[in-house]
């Protein structure tokens, strides 16, 4: 009964590579966000969509980019990754009109080393 | 802007032992929701509030919505170890397409 897939649990990087997280969800929503989560900083909104090919910067968006492609499918990169963005990455989709709030997947835990 | 509080940030309890968790907000919403976090973990739907007096229960935990109060409340009743968690209440924002905003979580310990 999985609904919002990322494609890694754990992910080790070297300092300066380039970097793709994938989520993939199967409910159809419009909306798909990408998060990360730091001990005492909370959740902190990077970039989000609310349909194909669409994307809005979050909060913190530096270094960072984001793809959606496909509308169950938004893809978050590291341009060149930096030992500052090891963290907790968390993804989520929901429908256009909220509702139902927030499906999260299950995190990607990238360690940049 | 909308902001949500929640507090206390850290509880600890011991089992058995009744508590609530509050989440407080700045501007007018009609939804709310209840998240809980494991550690390690990610974050696991547990309450949709959906209006004002909106009443949920799931087993000894129980969420409620006053809008005009713009507060929510989690309740534990008699905890257990099995609740040891963070739980964070997230608020729909209705001037921002309905985004969550999400409040800054509170680490439960429920001690043996």
């Known amino acids: 009964d999985v609904k919002v897939t990322q494609s890694s649990r754990y992910l080790v990087k070297r300092t300066g590579e380039k970097v793709f997280l994938e989520c993939v969800q199967d409910?159809?929503?419009?909306?798909m966000f990408w998060y990360r989560q730091d001990p005492g900083l909370g959740l902190r909104l990077i970039y989000f969509?609310?349909?194909?090919?669409?994307?809005e910067k979050g909060d913190i968006p530096e270094g960072y980019s984001v793809s959606r492609e496909k509308k169950e499918r938004f893809s978050l990169i590291l341009e060149s990754a930096s030992t500052n963005q090891t963290s907790m990455y968390l993804c989520?989709?929901?429908?256009?009109?909220?509702?139902?709030?927030?499906?999260f997947g299950s995190g990607t835990r990238l360690t940049v080393v | 802007e909308l902001k949500v509080e929640q507090n206390p940030l850290f509880l600890s309890m011991q089992e058995g032992k009744n508590y609530t968790i509050y989440c407080n907000y700045s501007?007018?919403?009609?939804?709310l929701y209840w998240y809980r976090q494991d550690p390690g973990k990610s974050l696991e739907s547990l309450f949709v509030l959906l209006s004002n007096g909106a009443v949920k229960q799931e087993g000894r935990l129980m969420a409620s919505l006053d809008t005009k109060a713009r507060l929510s409340t989690l309740h534990i009743t008699a905890a257990v170890h099995d609740l040891s968690a963070t739980y964070f209440c997230?608020?729909?924002?209705?001037?921002?397409?309905?985004?969550?905003?999400f409040g800054g979580g509170t680490r439960l310990m429920v001690k043996p």
């Open positions: 997230a608020v729909e924002d209705n001037n921002a397409g309905n985004m969550l905003t």
């Open positions: 989520a989709s929901s429908l256009a009109g909220g509702l139902y709030g927030y499906t």
């Open positions: 969509s609310y349909d194909v090919k669409m994307k």
């Open positions: 409910m159809d929503h419009e909306n």
């Open positions: 501007t007018t919403s009609d939804r």
